[in-house]
C-alpha cells in the first residue's frame, strides 16, 4: 500500500519561480484496487506520480510504501523504482533502445535476472500489451503514438511492480484506442494482482476503471472515495472545471425532467456514471410504464 502524508512539493523553492504544485495532501493507495487520479491541467497530478516511485522527493511530509519511507535513503528510492512502476505522460520518451525486445528488457535486465528469466518476461508483457512477436523486432521509433505506448507500459510491466502507476495511459488514441488499452490493462491487473493508479483528466475513463477516485484541484485533494461518493460532489466538481461523465450528466437530466412531472425518481441518483449503469437503471421504469418496455431499450 501506498500512504501520502501530509505531502507538498515546490518546484523552485527559494527562486522568483517558485510553484506549490502539490499542497499539504494526505491519501492512501490500497492494495489490489483501481485507483483513478483526475483533475484539471496543473493541478498536480504528475508531481504526484513521480512521488509514488521515488523520482522525486516531497518537499515536505512523507512517501511511505507499506509502512516504510521510500525516501529514507538511496537505496530505500531505488528499490521503490522497482516495486512502483512508472509509465510517464509521455511514455515516447522513455524509449531509448534499438529494439523493442531490448526496451521492454531494460527493466528486467536491471533487476538483475538472468537471460531466461529476460525473455519470460518480456513475452509475457508483450502478449498484456498486444505487441506481435514482429513488432519486438523492430525499432520502437518506427511505431506509431499508440505503438509507442504499449511498448512504455511493456517496459514496466516486464518489471512485475507490486503497483503500477500510469500517467494519462489513454491520452491521444482514438476511443477504440482508449478501451483497448484500458481493458488490456484491467485484465492485466485482474490477473497479476498488481494495484493499479490510472491518472487521467477524462471523467469516462476514471469512471469507468476505478474502484476508488481522488479529485485533485490545483495541489489540493477536492474529494476522494469510491466513483459514487466521488461524482456525488457534482457542484464542487464542475465549480473546479471537472465535468461529470457525461451519462451521469444526461441522468441528472432525466432527474430533473421527472421531478417536475412528479414522477417518483428514487430509481435514479448520482451513482450512474456508465451506459450499463444508466441502462440497469432505466429498464425497471420502462418495463413498468405501459409493460412493453423492452422494446424501447432494444
Ligand atoms: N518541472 C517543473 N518546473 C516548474 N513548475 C512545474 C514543473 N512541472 C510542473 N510544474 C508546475 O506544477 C504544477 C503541477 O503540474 P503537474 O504537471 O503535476 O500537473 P498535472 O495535473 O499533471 O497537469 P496536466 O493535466 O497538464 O498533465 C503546474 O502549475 C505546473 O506548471
Ligand atoms: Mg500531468
Redesign the pocket.
Known amino acids: 500500500m501506498i500512504e501520502f502524508s501530509d505531502v507538498s512539493?515546490v518546484?523552485?523553492k527559494h527562486t522568483p519561480?517558485e510553484?506549490?504544485?502539490?499542497n499539504n495532501i494526505s491519501f492512501k493507495i490500497e492494495d489490489g484496487l483501481v485507483t483513478g487520479i483526475i483533475?484539471?491541467?496543473?493541478?498536480?497530478?504528475?508531481?504526484?506520480?513521480?512521488m509514488m516511485n521515488a523520482l522525486i522527493a516531497p518537499t515536505s511530509g512523507k512517501v511511505l510504501l507499506n509502512g516504510a519511507d521510500i525516501n529514507s535513503s538511496r537505496t530505500e528510492s531505488y528499490k521503490t523504482r522497482f516495486k512502483v512502476g512508472l509509465v510517464f505522460?509521455y511514455p515516447e520518451y522513455q524509449l531509448f533502445e534499438e529494439t523493442v525486445e531490448k526496451d521492454i528488457a531494460y527493466g528486467p535486465s536491471n533487476m538483475g535476472l538472468d537471460d531466461n528469466g529476460i525473455k519470460e518476461r518480456v513475452e509475457m508483457a508483450a502478449e498484456f500489451v498486444g505487441l506481435s512477436k514482429q513488432v519486438l523486432k523492430s525499432s520502437p521509433f518506427e511505431l506509431s503514438g499508440g505503438q509507442k505506448r504499449r511498448v512504455a507500459i511493456a517496459g514496466v510491466i516486464a518489471m512485475q511492480p507490486e503497483v503500477l502507476v500510469l500517467?494519462?495511459p489513454a491520452a491521444g488514441l482514438d476511443p477504440r484506442g482508449r478501451s483497448e488499452i484500458l481493458g488490456r490493462l484491467t485484465k492485466y491487473r485482474k490477473t497479476s494482482g498488481t494495484s493499479l493508479v490510472l491518472?487521467s483528466?477524462s471523467m469516462e475513463d476514471v469512471a469507468e476503471y476505478s474502484d476508488r477516485i481522488i479529485a485533485?484541484n490545483d495541489?489540493r485533494i477536492l474529494c476522494s472515495g469510491t466513483p459514487a461518493q466521488v461524482f456525488s460532489h457534482h457542484e464542487e466538481l464542475k465549480n473546479s472545471g471537472l465535468a461529470l461523465p457525461q451519462i451521469t450528466n444526461i441522468m441528472l437530466k432525466v432527474k430533473e425532467k421527472c421531478e417536475k412531472q412528479g414522477i417518483n425518481t428514487d430509481f435514479l441518483d448520482s451513482s450512474v456514471f456508465t451506459v450499463e449503469d444508466a441502462y440497469n437503471a432505466l429498464l425497471p421504469i420502462l418495463r413498468t410504464s405501459d409493460g412493453k418496455g423492452d422494446s424501447y431499450v432494444k
Open positions: 512539493y518546484y523552485g519561480f510553484r506549490v504544485a502539490v483533475g484539471h491541467t496543473g493541478s498536480g497530478k504528475s508531481t504526484v506520480a513521480q505522460q500517467d494519462e491518472i483528466h485533485m495541489g
